[in-house]
């Protein structure tokens, strides 16, 4: 088997094979093994249970599972993994336009047993002085949601993948080789080959340029997203909860004492663009965050970086499965900004799949069947 790109997914599929099947060759083969360009490790790290779609709902609430074990589980030789997930909680905010969607998705949330809490303007208030809760009707609050290190979860999925005998491999695939609607392997950009009838595509914002290389025409892009981490001088009295304003503007305590924020924009642009401004941040997102917390108008910017979405065009969410006009190719890929807190159960879904196991939970809603049926999932991409 071989799975291309070894960010947080191609590491979970790893691990997750040679878990089910000791006598299965899996090789992942990644072209930046500093990983300072995946996005696994530029991410914010955010894990929710509050989705509107129950498919995604399971997958969070199989994460959470996870992480309570992770340590122990993905331990090498004593050396376990520390992932420092801190359940700060997340916040969405809600104004009387997005009052139904956020009381279905509640009901829903609830229904499949998560605690999640709505909270009335004045209970908000009440918690977080600092904000202005004009305009909102309310919000939801997922007390055992947080935040995670990226990296760490990447690192410790590619450590324990490789002490069950999965192998890595540096280079950059420059093509998925097809012969007579079947997968045959890879070529990479040095002219070495790999044969192999299963491969899968985990390239992150890279995928759809992956994919062409097969033929194969996948509706995601890559889209810079820029976080900045400010130091306040007015400091809240606890921690913030991940906070969603209407807007789309998300904010959380930062480390000890400084605030994280980001927004996806319309006009972020599209490509493999790196680049970092911190005009973005006081011409655009500053105004918005002052206009809810306006304690927050006295602020330095500390630091900040940009990452990328793997936005799928189509409906936002992820997609999971084998390509159906090509046999052996597994995708992986269009995760836009909740791909981190969903690979776990990726991981181990794509493993069922590939290993022919019935899936112990089914994702089959994220089939690539569904690109060229027409049918887009109803998820609203939040962050
Ligand atoms: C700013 C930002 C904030 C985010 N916040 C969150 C969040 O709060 N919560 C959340 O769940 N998700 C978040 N995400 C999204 C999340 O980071 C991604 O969905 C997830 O990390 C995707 O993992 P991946 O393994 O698919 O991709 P990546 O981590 O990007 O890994 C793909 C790998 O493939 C390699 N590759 C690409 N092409 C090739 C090739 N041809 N040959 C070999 N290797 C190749 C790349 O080098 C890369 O290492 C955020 C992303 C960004 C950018």
């Known amino acids: 088997m071989i799975i291309v790109g070894g960010g947080v997914m191609g590491c979970s599929v790893a691990y997750h094979l040679r878990a089910a099947d000791p006598t299965l060759s899996v090789a992942v083969i990644e072209a930046d093994p500093g990983y300072s360009r995946a996005s696994s490790t530029l991410s914010v790290g955010n894990a929710r249970i509050q989705f509107s779609l129950k498919e995604n709902i399971w997958i969070s609430q199989y994460t959470f599972e996870v992480l309570e074990r992770f340590a122990e589980e993905m331990a090498v030789e004593g050396d376990a993994p520390d992932v420092a997930f801190r359940r700060e909680g997340n916040l969405f905010l809600v ?6 969607q956020a009381e279905e998705a509640l009901a829903l949330q609830k229904r499949l047993g998560a605690d999640v809490e709505w909270w009335s303007p ?5 918690r977080f002085p600092l904000f ?32 069950l005998g ?10 998925i080789r097809v012969m007579a609607g079947k997968v045959a392997g890879v070529q990479l950009a040095t002219g070495e080959t790999f044969a192999s009838p299963v491969v899968v595509n985990c390239a992150g ?27 306040t001088e007015v400091k809240p009295e606890t921690p913030l909860p991940l906070v969603n304003l209407v807007s789309g503007l ?5 480390g000890d004492d400084r605030l994280l924020v980001g927004k996806s924009l319309a006009d972020d ?63 992986a890929n269009g995760f836009s900004g909740h791909g981190l807190q969903q690979a776990p159960a990726v991981g181990r879904y794509l493993s069922e799949l590939i290993t022919g196991q019935t899936p112990t939970v089914d994702l089959s809603v994220f089939g690539p069947a569904r690109l060229y049926e027409g049918k887009s999932l109803d998820e609203s991409e939040i962050i």
């Not at 914002?205 to 820029?226: G, I, N, S």
């Not at 998300?250 to 930062?254: A, I, P, V, W």
């Not at 105004?287 to 108008?297: C, K």
């Open 95 to 100: 104004d009387e336009a997005k009052r139904i």
């Open 122 to 126: 004045a209970e908000i208030q009440e």
């Open 132 to 163: 202005d809760t004009t305009g909102l009707v309310g919000g939801t609050f997922g007390p055992d949601d947080g935040h995670l290190d990226g990296y760490a979860l990447l690192m410790g999925y590619r450590a324990k993948a490789i002490s």
């Open 166 to 175: 999965a192998s890595y491999v540096e280079g950059e695939v420059a093509e």
């Open 205 to 231: 914002a890279w995928a759809a340029e992956v994919a062409a290389t097969a033929r194969v025409r996948l509706p995601v892009d890559p889209v810079k997203r820029q976080v900045f981490v400010v130091d």
């Open 250 to 254: 998300y904010f959380r305590t930062e």
């Open 269 to 331: 642009p599209v490509g493999f663009d790196f680049s970092w401004k911190e005009r973005r941040f006081t011409e655009q997102l500053w105004p918005e965050l002052v206009e809810f917390a306006p304690a927050f108008d006295r602020l330095r910017v500390v630091r900040g970086w940009a990452g990328l979405y793997a936005v799928n065009r189509f409906d936002g969410n992820a997609i999971l499965g084998e390509w159906p006009e090509v046999d052996g190719f597994y995708l």
